[in-house]
RNA sequence: GGGCAGUUGGCGCAGUGGUUAGCGCGCUACUUUGACAUAGUAGAGGUCACAGGUUCAAAUCCUGUACUGCCCACCA
């Protein structure tokens, strides 16, 4: 036989092996030995066709790896089905950023050439990160390969909308919504993100009707008093200090000439329909009812009572502005208030904000309305004060909420079947710690917002007569909406209109969320719903489609901060239309953090490349290294000397087997059991220490405890196995001791094998003919004898079973 | 405001009641012996955040405190 080197080399060994193994076919439950039966199946979380490996991936990855492979080798029909994700506003971004590098915008090029040119760059791109995940090692079934705008994954979302509108549960509606002005286009509550940042509260005077107010230009303020510090932090508010201050708050409401509310936002002042104080506040108790007027806009508008209002907060008074805050649109709406839009899509305002202010931007305009509220002494304070601002998750920009027409769809009944399934642990979180997350989410649900203003996605199967405004509708039996905009639902274009039988109706320009389509992954993937509906079909023929046999799937793998945009809708998705749980377990692993413990960012140059890491290190050791310190949930802080360990363990492995390897080839191996009775010490130890780590590693993967199955792994091959017994049987070096030495070591290349899957199987490749078998992917799982910890506890003598197996 | 985690040798972490608290990386000394110097052998290094309590026994259970991190929420 010809020498092994000395130092495992991954590069010359990883995409040979690879390729070994996509020969083999074993990817393809299909194309497993008979034997395998019973089905075992994953669908990834698909990653958007944007993204580039980053850690969560690798470990993701490496985590379903584990499971298919272990499974694989205990006998299931296993299935990991894979594909991307079409990432709508993200995908659409990055192709405008290219466009904009050739100095065009989407709207220069028009919507069809739009998508055109993010087909293409998907078609170029877009299975990158797919090939990434080959490097890895990942054992999914590519010939299954999915991608959420495929043509039947477009017939299936489309199909889920239509049943939904059947069912009566979508629905138009103007609502203040999260808006992206630089995107473009409606956010859902998920697709945000909160920034801390320094800005300053406003106090501003807003004047009680029948109050003069000084609108002298030529009235020069007292120089503005700011708040002294120590003021500030021994009062709670401006209420307390305004106290005092017998203008506002004085003996009798008659002497009050005017209400302060205090304002992060001063130029939405300009929309304001109302001002609120909670109807509990003594203080404003006389004033509910009265009217104030607005400055600038000297529109007069009541002063209101909500519970949603905290009067320990500012003065305990707020402006209203229905159409610029989702809380006050809220408000807005149980006090049937009107709503001026001042703020339109592009971030500007709009005429409804007054001549002066048309056109300005936000900043622009703040400082405007300020200058002229200090011009009239209308400005009380201002503090500084640091809070939250929503961004747009995708873009970085800050989110502007505006009042818009958007389709709807009514989660109480969805939520309810999502809360329901897990109570009733159909579908189980792992740690069950997270199910918490779930339900706050799910029992404090809102109505989604399924449309988004933006060109690539799913478009929304509705169409708008062009001319049916005007006609009057005598068809009341189709699906004809009768609000003044006529629209119906088709699932194809539709050669003429239903409703005017004349024009030709436009699509509606809305996309759908992307985890719209996203919630129908387990499913869709599968075949839904057309196999669903040949289903009957393949009855009779005797067969099973993909969908009856791999769905539900066994478990999803994934991290905390999707539970809710993905887990959460897949759940009622697949109950509502397969009438069964996607899945039957969720497990949620750990995210990886810099070793500082800080979000690993490519802006901020603090995220590590796995595949760098790949290639520094090989794929086993990368994957070996970020098991080490997966241990349940628990935040990884990711540090490379796992990796290193990795590596050197890789080489252990290597260079222990090229032992066994030399030994074995001194005298062939006979497969007959062994004398129980010619076993020294050393042999029952390493037998029983193996019986033993057979148990514990597969607890521990049913367990999903992957780092600590790898530790066990890792100290028993390491220590006991090459520091003892190898070291042992140079003594012995007999023909028994080298059989032992051949089956511990392939015993271990089987155990090790989901984890370092590419240097077991080159090892295992190496072994002589008789004792392999195709790929180790397929070799069986080792098992122990039945744990029987008494007595095990008494002697050694858990080797009693285990000689027969040799 | 609410919730959830974490705090163990230089760094990153295991360890859920019971012998001298372990591992990886790093460090020190010696060893190139015929699998491996990406190794072997030996070793240094920790009052297990703090304060109480339960117990024959606590890193481990309980209570509180401090610090750190994360998530959620309609503080405008």
């Known amino acids: 036989m010809k020498e092994l080197p000395r130092v495992y080399d991954p590069k ?194 807003y004047p009680l009707k029948n109050t003069q107010i000084n609108t002298n230009k030529n009235f020069t303020p007292e120089p503005r008093r700011r708040t002294p510090i120590a003021e500030q932090s021994s009062l709670r508010g401006a209420a307390s200090t305004l106290r005092g201050r017998q203008a506002w708050y004085g003996a009798g409401a008659n002497q009050r000439k005017f209400i302060v509310v205090a304002t992060t936002r001063p130029e939405t002042m300009l929309g304001d329909s109302a001002v609120a104080v909670n109807p509990g506040d003594k203080r404003y108790k006389n004033l509910v009812g009265k009217m104030v007027i607005l400055p600038i806009q000297n529109r007069e508008i009541p002063i209101i009572a909500d519970p949603l209002i905290d009067s320990e907060f500012g003065t305990g008074a707020v402006k209203v502005t229905p159409s610029h805050d989702l809380t006050d649109f809220e408000i ?158 088709s699932l194809e274009k539709p050669e003429k209109c239903p409703i005017c039988g004349k024009c030709q109706p436009e699509q509606s320009a809305d996309v759908l969320d992307t985890w719209f389509s996203s919630a129908l992954w387990p499913f869709a993937t599968l075949g839904w719903p057309i196999a669903c509906a040949q289903n009957k079909k393949l009855k009779i023929k005797n067969k099973k489609s993909d969908i009856e046999r791999f769905y539900p799937t066994d478990v999803l793998v994934t991290a905390r901060d999707i539970i809710n945009l993905w887990v959460a809708r897949m759940i009622f998705s697949g109950f509502e239309f397969m009438k069964e749980k996607p899945f039957e377990e969720v497990y949620i692993h750990a995210i990886i953090l810099t070793k500082e413990g800080k979000r690993m960012s490519k802006s901020k140059g603090t995220g590590i490349d796995p595949l760098s890491l790949i290639e520094k290190y090989g794929a086993d050791a990368t994957r070996f290294g970020i098991i080490w310190q997966e241990t349940g949930s628990q935040d990884i ?61 597969g607890n521990d993967l049913e367990n999903y405890q992957f780092g600590k199955a790898l530790r066990n792994l890792y100290d028993f091959f390491w220590h006991e196995f090459c520091d003892l017994y190898i070291e042992e049987s140079k003594k012995q070096n007999d023909e028994k001791s080298r059989r032992i030495l051949l089956y511990v070591l392939l015993s271990s290349l089987k155990l090790l094998h989901p984890f370092v899957p590419f240097v077991s199987e080159e090892i295992y490749q190496k072994l002589p003919k008789s004792h392999k078998k195709k790929s180790l992917m397929i070799e069986q799982w080792p098992s122990a004898p039945p744990l029987d910890r008494a007595r095990r506890a008494r002697s050694s003598n858990g080797v009693a079973k285990i000689k027969n197996q040799i």
């Open 332 to 489: 807005g709406l149980s006090h049937r208030l009107k709503s001026y839009k001042v703020i339109n899509e592009a971030g500007r305002m709009t005429g409804e904000a007054g001549e002066n202010y048309e056109g300005l931007n936000i900043p622009e305009c703040r400082q405007k309305v300020i200058e002229e509220l200090t011009r009239s002494d209308l400005v009380e304070k201002i503090e500084p004060y640091s809070h939250r601002i929503a961004k747009c998750s995708r873009c970085g920009k800050t989110i502007e909420p505006l009042p818009s027409k958007q389709w709807f769809l009514k989660m109480e009944k969805l939520a309810k079947m999502a809360i329901s399934a897990c109570k009733s642990r159909q579908v189980k979180f792992i740690p069950k710690k997270w199910e918490k997350l779930y339900f706050n989410w799910l029992e404090n649900i809102k109505d989604w917002c399924i449309s988004r203003q933006i060109w690539w996605g799913h478009a929304l199967p509705i169409w708008y007569c062009q001319i049916g405004k005007k006609s009057k509708i005598k068809n009341k039996k189709s699906k004809i909406n009768r609000n003044k905009e006529r629209y119906f639902i």
């Open 637 to 697: 802080h990711f540090g490379e000397e796992p990796i290193i360990a990795g590596k050197k363990f890789c080489n252990k492995l290597w260079n222990a087997s090229r032992f066994v390897l030399q030994q074995i080839s001194k005298s062939k191996i006979k497969n007959q059991k062994l004398n129980k009775n010619k076993l020294t010490q050393a042999d029952r130890r390493i037998l029983s220490k193996l019986n033993k780590v057979v148990d514990s590693v």
């Open 12 to 205: 010359k060994v990883e995409s040979k092996v690879y390729a070994l193994w996509e020969k083999s076919g074993f990817f393809n439950p299909d194309k497993l030995p008979k034997t395998h039966k019973k089905p075992f199946s994953i669908v990834i979380p698909p990653p958007n066709i944007t993204g580039s490996l980053h850690m969560g991936h690798a470990l993701n990855t490496t985590i379903q790896d584990i499971l298919i492979r272990q499974k694989r080798m205990r006998g299931y029909k296993t299935l990991w089905l894979p594909g991307t994700d079409h990432a709508g506003i993200a995908t659409q971004n990055v192709v405008e950023k290219e466009l904009k590098r050739e100095g065009l915008s989407r709207h220069d090029i028009g919507r069809e050439k739009f998508i055109e040119r993010v087909w293409q760059w998907k078609e170029r791109y877009g299975n990158i990160i797919l090939d990434q995940l080959k490097k890895l090692g990942a054992s999914c079934d590519w010939s299954k390969t999915r991608f959420t705008m495929d043509e039947d994954y477009q017939r299936a979302v489309k199909k889920a909308f239509l049943h939904y509108y059947k069912k009566g549960w979508i629905y138009q509606g103007e609502r203040t919504i999260n808006w992206c002005p630089r995107c473009q286009t409606s956010l859902s509550d998920l697709e945000i993100e909160y920034e801390e940042e320094q800005s300053n509260l406003w106090y501003i005077r």
